[in-house]
C-alpha cells in the first residue's frame, strides 16, 4: 500500500506561485510514475504534468511552460511548481502514482486562483 498526502494549496491572486507537494509513504519502492491532476467542479480530472522513470516528464497544453513537475526521491516526494496561475487554474488538485501496476491517489488540496 502506498499513502499520498497533498499539501501546499492556498489562495492566491492571478500572476502568483505555489508549490504543491506530494508526500508518498508505505510501499514506496517501485513508484514508476506519478502525476498530478486538477479537478472542477462538474469535470472530470485533467491530468497536467506527470514524471515517469529516468525523470521523463510531460505536460499538458494548458499548464506547460508554467507548471514545473519535479521530485525529490530521498524524500518520497513529487512537486508541483506552478508559475503565472490564472483563475483557470482554480480546482482540486491530486496526486496520483502507479506502483507495480496498482494506482493510488492522494486525497487532494485546494488551489484558488483569484483575478
Known amino acids: 500500500q502506498v499513502q499520498l498526502v497533498e499539501s501546499g494549496g492556498g489562495l492566491v491572486q492571478a500572476g502568483g506561485s505555489l508549490r504543491l507537494s506530494c508526500a508518498a509513504s508505505g510501499s514506496t519502492f517501485g513508484i514508476s510514475y506519478t502525476a498530478w491532476y486538477r479537478q472542477t467542479p462538474g469535470n472530470e480530472r485533467e491530468l497536467l504534468a506527470n514524471?515517469?522513470?529516468?525523470?521523463?516528464?510531460n505536460y499538458a497544453d494548458s499548464v506547460k511552460g508554467r507548471f514545473t513537475i519535479s521530485r525529490d526521491n530521498a524524500k518520497n516526494t513529487v512537486y508541483l511548481q506552478m508559475n503565472s496561475l490564472e483563475p483557470d487554474d482554480t480546482g482540486v488538485y491530486y496526486c496520483?502514482?502507479?506502483?507495480?501496476?496498482?494506482?493510488?491517489w492522494g486525497q487532494g488540496t485546494q488551489v484558488t486562483v483569484s483575478s
Open positions: 496520483k502514482v502507479i506502483r507495480l501496476g496498482q494506482e493510488y
Open positions: 514524471i515517469r522513470s529516468g525523470d521523463y516528464t
